[in-house]
């Protein structure tokens, strides 16, 4: 048996004969949204069950996060008795303004549904360490208010958010997304009396965090804190309470048995394994989607589609780290890509995650057999049973696509498109004709519109129209539903960058010199320089040595983005990062010598100092 804990962000395993002081069935590794589920849910599987978590109530973001409603994910489930508890008492709160359920309230339906199913919780508590032989967990290390103690275990369910069991295992995990390693944005909960004594809240997105490295946690929430002591309050909003947790919304993925990636998402992939629906909108929150992927800016920012709701089917392999027995995960840190998972982290959905990981681990124990090796059949129908997974006929339906050209043709006149550009791209050759037609049409949006419609086709043929469209922008034009994400110019933009066509690059090139104070507009002339680069070798010097040059020209002023909350956000940081990536990938030499994450501390603690 070996023992594995993290040292300084590196895992540490050595062999040991330690007895184990108490034992369970399943041992459940945080008490948040998923958590709280899965504890309840193994429990009334009949398994003796204990939950660690380190704060003092369960619930994570709904509770001590304080959001107190649920933004889309689907229903069913242990969840809709919680609900249902919930709204029983929630009047014995001030619940004037309260949504969906009182965050107070739900604490205590939590610990009550905990107790009557029979499990047991340390709070204030933390697992430190975990046992394996060999690829299966037996056991871990559990530091609570009365020291250290190692509790034998047959399942572990790690549903600490970012999972931090698993990472001491060594398991296999992603981060961040692909051009800069960034998770996307945190977010803080504050409250307030307001307007005829309603409650309300305000969810503040507050920049970037690591959550695997605790300065970069601690200064965030300092960061997050002091931002509320900036504001001004009056009779009509006054400041109640600040959350005890704020909303971290990605962290670590692990590599699971199987896994949910954004073309699974948008390409409607459908699973005979599936153990229930997710129902979201793509809602990213980055406010610099000149740095998201490609696919990600192809649906979301060209096509328009941020509001756009996703059905997504989920299979029993993503709960599965690859290669391990005894250990489950559960929450937002199952195996996903950054780009599905804006889809697939709702409040309603991770309660789900906990549901089915109880069950997953009761059927593994009952057949004595490997997570892998539950019978699908048996889960499915234990799911049915609960609601978790709804039966054929209550399913969510996919949204249709446009398949008329007629229609589509109409909705790219219209004043919103809504699907039919990706309905356009759906399509492929067979409207590819009626495209290269309404390109050289009078109407000002079927033009555009028709125009992006063949950027998303990747026929250079869309280059002209695509500068065109630049140079005739007018920022008054309206575009969607998504917060101002998806303005027009950045949508030509990141699709000349796509195409990758010389005459792209001498129109970017020349661009980014008339560019100044514009970071929004610079960071998408610079990615889509650098996309160029990356498909044309032998081009990469010299656009390298485009956009340092224009880089270094620029330090006089600071290229930054104001968010919705008037807050800066320093765009430098993850233009230097990705150049220096693509440099150092490309082996071509940098003169960008800048420690963004440095100076962007101290720009942060002068801030705070002022």
């Known amino acids: 048996m070996k023992k594995y804990t993290m040292h300084n962000k590196h895992v540490h395993a050595e062999e040991s004969s330690q007895a184990f002081h108490e034992s369970y069935d399943v041992v459940v590794s945080g008490l948040g949204t998923a958590g709280a589920v899965a504890l309840i849910s193994a429990a009334r599987q009949g398994l003796k069950v204990l939950g660690v978590e380190p704060m003092s109530c369960m619930g994570g973001i709904g509770t001590a996060g304080g959001i107190h409603y649920y933004h889309f994910g689907s229903k069913g489930g242990i969840q809709v008795e919680i609900n249902e508890r919930c709204a029983v008492l929630k009047d014995a709160y001030y619940s004037d303004g309260v949504m969906t359920f009182h965050p107070e309230v739900k604490k205590y ?44 275990t047959k399942y572990i369910i790690d549903a600490s958010g970012d999972a931090h069991t698993a990472a001491m295992l060594g398991c296999a995990a992603r981060f961040g997304r692909e051009i800069d390693g960034y998770p996307q944005p945190y977010s803080f909960i504050r409250g307030a009396i307001g307007k005829n004594n309603m409650f309300a809240h305000n969810n503040i997105d507050d920049g970037y965090v690591d959550p695997r490295d605790p300065q970069d946690m601690s200064k965030a929430t300092i960061n997050a804190t002091a931002y509320h002591c900036w504001d001004e309050y009056t009779e009509e909003k006054n400041l109640t309470f600040i959350a005890q947790q704020f909303g971290l919304r990605e ?148 949204l249709p696509w446009l398949t008329d050209r007629e229609e589509i043709k109409k909705a790219f006149s219209a004043e919103f498109p809504e699907g039919s550009l990706w309905s356009a791209r759906l399509l492929g050759e067979a409207i590819n004709g009626d495209l290269h037609k309404w390109v050289e049409g009078e109407d000002p949006l079927l033009k555009r519109r028709a125009t992006w419609a063949l950027g998303l086709q990747h026929d250079v043929a869309a280059i002209p129209y695509l500068i065109h469209d630049i140079e005739t922008y007018k920022e008054e034009v309206p575009m969607d539903h998504s917060h101002d994400r998806g303005r027009h110019r950045y949508a030509s933009i990141c699709l000349l960058g796509i195409l990758a066509d010389q005459q792209a690059e001498e129109y970017l090139s020349n661009l980014l010199q008339e560019i100044n104070n514009d970071a929004a507009t610079a960071t998408h002339v610079l990615v889509a320089l650098m996309r160029i680069a990356e498909k044309n070798p032998q081009r990469r010097q010299d656009i390298v040595h485009t956009v340092t040059a224009y880089f270094q020209k620029q330090t006089e002023h600071l290229l930054t983005l104001w968010n919705k909350q008037d807050r800066p956000i320093d765009l430098n940081d993850f233009s230097v990062i990705y150049i220096m990536q693509c440099c150092q990938r490309w082996e071509i030499d940098c003169e960008l010598v800048v420690d963004p994450r440095e100076r962007r501390e101290r720009e942060m603690l002068s801030a705070l100092a002022g």
């Open 109 to 152: 339906v939590l610990d009550q549904m905990a107790e009557e199913a029979g499990a047991s919780c340390h709070y204030n508590s933390v697992v430190t360490a975990a046992y394996a032989e060999g690829q299966r967990v037996v056991g871990v290390e559990v530091l609570g208010p009365d020291g250290i103690k190692q509790i034998q």
């Open 251 to 398: 962290g670590r993925f692990i590599i699971g048995e199987e896994t949910v990636s954004f073309e699974d998402v948008i390409n409607e992939r459908q699973r005979d394994n599936m153990v229930m629906q997710t129902w979201s909108h793509h809602d990213n929150h980055c406010s610099d989607w000149a740095f998201e992927s490609q696919l990600s800016q192809e649906y979301a920012l060209v096509a328009n589609l941020f509001s756009r709701g996703q059905v997504a089917e989920i299979p029993p392999g993503i709960f599965i780290p690859q290669g391990w027995d005894g250990l489950l995960i559960a929450g937002r840190c199952v195996s996903l890509d950054h780009d599905s998972h804006q889809g697939i982290r709702m409040q309603q959905d991770m309660q789900k995650f906990g549901e089915i990981t109880g069950v997953m681990a009761a059927l593994a124990i009952k057949h004595q057999c490997r997570s892998v090796d539950i019978p699908i059949k048996e889960l499915q129908d234990s799911l049915l049973s609960s609601g978790c997974l709804p039966a054929v006929e209550d399913r969510r339906q996919h």
